[in-house]
């Protein structure tokens, strides 16, 4: 079966062929449901809780276009093979705002995130690309929030939330805190999911770990999707779960 770029970043059309995420246990459950996992080497200028966040270390523009922090040489060398016009960026740094520079959501019709902090070539390959800009505090935005559909997202932020209610999508606002990253600091939703078909939302573990479990359940099934828990335990922040090619 013929596999092919996701014409829109994080939102299939078909079912995904291959997504890019951390390697580990989330990586090897997604593989078994026929899902290939393709994971970054650890960046070395990130953080322990970061090091190995695809959200962080790549930017999907659409299409065969990508950026890639140059510190990914291995990684760049597969996406390559598999077709990509990979844009090499500035590495990521340890400390905040210098690690944010790709860390950007970018939708059917808008490019979300703190465009101050982003990374020089992206910020103009998204500035000619005919999207709106939705620039935000949250230097964190992809972290941040969670594709549901091309018009519906769940994000614990309220900058994000009204930025896109503003502009005409459905945005569920969910509680901060129940999304685990380190025993010293807790993650985002939008960095423990991602969709592995039109209809199908990959989450790094159950539902019921969250306080707004049965909000998210019922916003997924109000817009056709069902949730893919690829564990039993806690939901995890683990930098994404990044769609690249589909059926």
Same mark, same amino acid.
């Given at each position: 079966?013929?596999?092919?770029?996701?014409?829109?970043?994080?939102?299939?059309?078909e079912?995904?062929?291959?997504?890019?995420?951390?390697?580990?246990?989330?990586?090897?459950?997604?593989?078994?449901?026929?899902?290939?996992?393709?994971?970054?080497a650890?960046?070395?200028?990130?953080?322990?809780?970061?090091?190995?966040?695809?959200?962080?270390?790549?930017?999907?523009?659409?299409?065969?276009?990508?950026?890639?922090?140059?510190?990914?040489?291995?990684?760049?060398?597969?996406?390559?093979?598999?077709?990509?016009?990979v844009?090499?960026?500035?590495?990521?740094?340890?400390d905040?705002?210098?690690?944010?520079?790709?860390?950007?959501?970018?939708?059917?019709?808008f490019a979300?995130g @703190?465009?101050?902090?982003?990374? *020089?070539?992206?910020?103009?390959?998204l500035?000619? +690309?005919?999207? #709106? =800009?939705? $620039?935000?505090?949250?230097?964190?935005?992809?972290?941040?929030?969670?594709?549901?559909?091309?018009?519906?997202?769940?994000?614990?932020?309220?900058g994000?939330?009204?930025?896109?209610?503003?502009?005409?999508?459905?945005?569920?606002?969910?509680?901060?805190?129940?999304?685990?990253?380190?025993?010293?600091?807790?993650?985002?939703?939008?960095g423990?999911?991602?969709?592995?078909?039109?209809?199908?939302?990959?989450?790094?573990?159950?539902?019921?770990?969250? @306080?707004?479990?049965?909000?998210? *359940?019922?916003?997924?099934?109000?817009?056709?999707? +069902?949730?893919? #828990? =690829?564990? $039993?335990?806690?939901?995890?922040?683990?930098?994404?779960?990044?769609?690249?090619?589909?059926?």
């Open positions: 079966m013929q596999v092919k770029p996701l014409d829109t970043p994080n939102l299939p059309k079912r995904v062929r291959t997504s890019l995420l951390q390697a580990g246990i989330y990586a090897e459950a997604l593989r078994k449901h026929g899902t290939e996992p393709l994971s970054p650890p960046e070395p200028g990130l953080s322990d809780e970061e090091r190995e966040h695809a959200d962080l270390i790549c930017c999907h523009g659409g299409g065969r276009d990508i950026f890639v922090s140059s510190a990914q040489t291995a990684l760049t060398e597969k996406l390559t093979a598999m077709g990509f016009n844009r090499l960026c500035a590495a990521p740094e340890k905040y705002p210098k690690n944010v520079g790709l860390n950007f959501a970018v939708g059917a019709d979300l @703190r465009f101050l902090y982003a990374d *020089r070539l992206l910020r103009a390959f500035q000619n +690309r005919g999207k #709106e =800009l939705l $620039d935000v505090k949250q230097g964190y935005a992809k972290c941040s929030l969670c594709f549901v559909t091309a018009n519906a997202f769940i994000t614990e932020d309220t994000i939330a009204d930025a896109l209610r503003k502009t005409g999508h459905e945005a569920l606002r969910i509680a901060p805190g129940d999304v685990y990253l380190s025993e010293a600091h807790h993650g985002f939703f939008g423990a999911a991602g969709l592995i078909a039109p209809d199908t939302l990959a989450v790094t573990g159950s539902l019921r770990t969250h @306080r707004d479990g049965d909000r998210i *359940r019922d916003f997924l099934i109000k817009h056709n999707v +069902r949730p893919l #828990e =690829l564990t $039993d335990g806690r939901i995890t922040d683990i930098g994404g779960i990044l769609p690249l090619t589909e059926e």
